[in-house]
């Protein structure tokens, strides 16, 4: 039987993580337009510095979640983060934020999650997507 055929536009960890969990079952292709995976979990380089400059932090709210993370955990590549925040507004009592649930950094940088997520996979960069057209039973994707 012939696997489906899938284009997931985007290798931030949205993609990713839809292109690992349908790899099984179907061919699956990332198109990223930038050179490098892991859209807003990215981080750029200066050197001697980087700068993660997208997400400070994320959470996983599904169990579904929580398990594919799972591994990524115990291999060190996600650690929870214990961060204080506070809000400082002028005229106003400055407040502490409180969390009820995990929050996670990856490590030792942000895209570094989504670049292990990305191992293997056909991820094709510096490829934007401008068009998707059908033509009969076919669908066509149009790049740059």
């Known amino acids: 039987m012939l696997k489906k055929r899938i284009a997931i536009i985007g290798a931030g960890i949205s993609g990713l993580t839809l292109a ?6 179907s061919d699956v ?10 859209g807003r979990m990215s981080t750029r380089f200066a ?10 932090f994320f959470t996983a709210r599904t169990q579904r979640f929580k398990d594919f993370l799972q591994p990524y955990i115990l291999s060190g590549t996600i650690k929870e983060w214990a961060g204080k925040i506070i ?8 407040t ?9 950094v990856a490590s030792p940088n942000m895209n570094s999650l989504c670049k292990k997520i ?5 991820v094709q960069l510096n490829c934007e997507i401008v068009s998707i057209c059908k033509e009969n039973a076919d669908w066509y994707l149009m790049d740059q």
């Open 47 to 56: 050197a001697p510095f980087f700068f993660d400059h997208g997400a400070q």
């Open 20 to 25: 690992r969990s349908l790899e099984k079952d």
């Open 118 to 122: 990305a191992e293997g996979m056909n």
């Open 87 to 94: 809000t400082l507004e002028a005229g106003k009592k400055i």
């Open 29 to 38: 292709v990332v198109f990223e337009k930038a050179r490098g995976v892991s």
């Open 96 to 104: 502490k934020s409180m969390w009820f649930e995990p929050h996670f």
